[in-house]
């Protein structure tokens, strides 16, 4: 009997599946954020769909596939991070956004360009 690939003579050259694995680390950042700004320790597929441009059960195989690595917890449709996920997540979200995180010249001290000569700024 032919795999689905074979009968539609489609080769997989793997991008599909880093295409899940990607969506897995998306959803575990924007599990971290969503959680990180308040909205509440649990996600559902509705809640994280907003995020995404993909369809819900794209979400729920990613949310699944999580449950199965041990970073989520699900019960119901409704999932929550387990502490070694909340932890993997933490360093996605930061890998993620460190670039944007760096101070600016804008974001200097009072009094920190008195002097050109300032140890440990540069103000180029």
Do not use: N
């Not at 793997?14 to 998306?26: I, K």
């Not at 974001?107 to 050109?116: K, R, V």
């Amino acid at each position: 009997m032919a795999t689905p690939t074979e009968a539609t003579g489609a080769l997989d050259d793997g991008s599909d599946t880093l295409r899940r694995l990607a969506r897995r680390e998306e959803i575990l950042e924007i599990c971290y954020w969503f959680q990180g700004e308040g909205f509440g320790d649990s996600f559902t597929a509705d809640s994280i769909k907003t995020f995404l441009s993909c369809s819900r059960e794209e979400i729920v195989e990613a949310l699944e596939g999580l449950v199965a690595d041990g970073a989520l917890a699900g019960d119901a449709g409704v999932y929550r991070f387990s502490p070694e996920g909340r932890k993997k997540a933490g360093h996605l979200f930061h890998e993620a956004f460190a670039d944007f995180q760096v101070g600016t010249h804008g974001g200097c001290s009072a009094g920190c360009c008195d002097s050109e000569d300032e140890p440990g700024h540069d103000h180029a």
